[in-house]
């Protein structure tokens, strides 16, 4: 990775405020922890208006404090058509959403689009959304996300984009 160039990273789920602010804070996490805050833009996003505005859910909130990451300061929003010039890399939770993605996206910038498990060692190739379900969905949903988080990081930090 570059150590002058900042990299852009726009996580995204349904409503924006479960999965993907979650990755949103524990990507910053990561990243802070490996000193590179400098580096990278990150953000999340919905692709659907359903919760804009609103702060992510209360469960993924209280799931993150409990493993010492912060979700302040994320509001949801909808994913514009400026986030594909904007982003270097617009990562789905699942593939429902990445479909959305592909489907919104000019043609010149799908190749910036993937999935999240892409980058992790876990089987599982989709993030389940946790909404109607208990804690346990939210812990399993951080579980996934810290190891697809370590590892899209270590594959930006080796200049490798695996999951595009």
């Given at each position: 990775m570059n150590s002058e160039k900042t990299v852009s990273v726009l996580f995204v789920c349904m409503g924006n405020i479960c999965r993907s602010p979650t990755a949103e804070g524990v990507f910053r996490h990561f990243v802070n922890e490996?000193?590179?805050?400098?580096?990278?833009?990150?953000?999340?996003?919905?692709?659907?208006?359903?919760?804009?505005?609103?702060?992510?859910?209360r469960r993924a909130i209280?799931?993150?404090?409990?493993?010492?990451?912060?979700?302040?300061?994320?509001?949801?929003?909808?994913?514009?058509?400026?986030?594909?010039?904007?982003?270097d890399f617009i990562i789905a939770m699942d593939e429902d959403n990445?479909?959305?993605?592909?489907?919104?996206?000019?043609?010149?910038?799908?190749?910036?689009?993937?999935?999240?498990?892409?980058?992790?060692?876990?089987?599982?190739?989709?993030?389940?959304?946790?909404?109607?379900?208990?804690?346990?969905?939210?812990?399993?949903?951080l579980d996934l996300i810290e190891s697809a988080s370590r590892g899209l990081l270590r594959s930006l930090q080796q200049g490798v984009s695996k999951g595009r």
């Open positions: 490996a000193g590179l805050s400098e580096q990278f833009d990150i953000d999340s996003a919905g692709t659907h208006a359903y919760h804009v505005g609103e702060a992510p859910d209280a799931a993150a404090e409990r493993r010492g990451i912060s979700l302040a300061n994320i509001a949801a929003r909808r994913v514009s058509d400026e986030d594909f010039e904007r982003f990445q479909q959305r993605l592909l489907d919104q996206a000019p043609a010149g910038h799908r190749s910036k689009i993937s999935l999240f498990l892409s980058f992790s060692e876990d089987e599982e190739r989709e993030v389940p959304d946790p909404y109607y379900g208990g804690t346990a969905g939210f812990e399993r949903v």
